[in-house]
């Protein structure tokens, strides 16, 4: 008979290139597909829950509460980015840009920017160089 092999599976590790990649270009994938020219704005919302909820799950315990944060208040403007009848790649009428405004002010809470700083913080120190490739400003 053969011999036994045994493995020692590890534990997944958020700090790799992609994770981190990931998140340093966080604000630009959301930016990015806010400002898609055509499209389904509904499908483009749910796929970036999805993708925040997905980093936020994987995330380290210590940055895991900052990720949920930020999903919890992206989700919050995407839901009235979606209610408000915007169409992707259209001019947004006055009462949208009223809405969007007025939403977009959860994104700018003090919370919301700590949050922020502290996953920019972490990914400086926890992604071997890799977040500055991909930064936003």
């Given amino acids: 008979t053969a011999p036994a092999v045994t493995t020692t599976a590890s534990a997944p590790s958020f700090a790799n290139a992609h994770n981190c990649l990931q998140l340093a270009a966080l604000a630009a994938q959301i930016s990015k597909s806010m400002e898609a020219s055509s499209g389904n704005l509904q499908a483009t919302i749910t796929n970036e829950e999805k993708v925040l909820q997905a980093l936020a799950s994987a995330a ?27 169409k992707l790649g259209a001019a947004p009428t006055a009462s949208q840009v009223a809405q969007l405004t007025a939403a977009s002010k959860a994104l700018d809470a003090p919370k919301v920017q700590a949050a922020e700083q502290h996953l920019t913080a972490w990914a400086r120190t926890n992604c071997a160089g890799l977040a500055h490739t991909a930064t936003t400003g």
């Fill in 60 to 86: 380290p315990s210590q940055i895991r509460g900052d990720f949920e944060t930020f999903a919890t208040a992206f989700k919050g403007y995407a839901q009235v980015l979606a209610k408000s009848g915007y």
